[in-house]
């Protein structure tokens, strides 16, 4: 059974039904017991990294769900989710889980050489060692993630960014695969499918 984190977020639900889509058993978790019970983690998420940090607390999840990943466990993080997984951000100095090093970041300025359209929203294309796939993104912060975790990046107007991140049994993508079409099915069913259990150079599934 894969648990998506159920602590209020837009796309939690979103989420839920394109696991369903591609045959996955995956079921809303609000608990600490329903999250022990699974195999797989979904950690999805979209808005503000403080009140998703309070809403995580608040119910009990936050420590849960870093355990998990610490303990090498499978563990995907969506977005907002992804950002979580660093030690922390600059979006109202929130802690993070930990579990990647680095920080989440707000866009530089266009005069430091950050992208004139900010947020970052809309379909852009993720670059990785192995080829090039495009994805959805919609977000104001960027990963500033140890390189060693970084397996695809992203540019936007003149600022490259990781848009995905591998280490371990962790993965985490600044881009929502619950609307990136035929390629983000794909990535749900190889976490599904434990495809990205398998070293990084190993995974595929663009």
């Known amino acids: 059974m894969i648990a998506v984190v159920d602590f209020g977020s837009g796309n939690t639900r979103s989420v839920l039904r394109a696991l369903e889509a591609i045959g996955a058993d995956a079921r809303l978790v609000a608990t600490a017991e329903g999250l022990a019970a699974a195999e797989r983690v979904v950690l999805p998420g979209v808005g503000a990294a403080p009140s998703a940090v309070d809403e995580l607390m608040g119910r009990g999840l936050w420590e849960p769900v ?56 809309g379909w852009n294309e993720v670059r990785t060692a192995t080829g090039a796939f495009d994805a959805y993104f919609v977000h104001g912060f960027w990963l500033d993630a140890d390189p060693a975790a970084v397996s695809g990046w992203t540019d936007v107007d003149n600022f490259r960014f990781p848009s995905l991140l591998r280490a371990g049994s962790l993965t985490g993508t600044q881009f929502h695969p619950e609307k990136s079409g035929p390629t983000g099915r794909a990535l749900l069913s190889a976490f599904a499918t434990g495809a990205l259990d398998a070293p990084v150079e190993a995974a595929s599934w663009s």
Do not use: K, T
């Open 66 to 121: 870093r355990a998990w990943g610490a303990a090498g466990r499978p563990l995907l993080g969506l977005c907002l989710g992804a950002q979580l997984l660093l030690d922390e951000s600059e979006e109202g100095d929130a802690p993070g889980l930990g579990l990647i090093g680095g920080r989440c970041r707000a866009f530089p300025s266009v005069e430091l050489g950050g992208p004139r359209l900010v947020p970052h929203i």
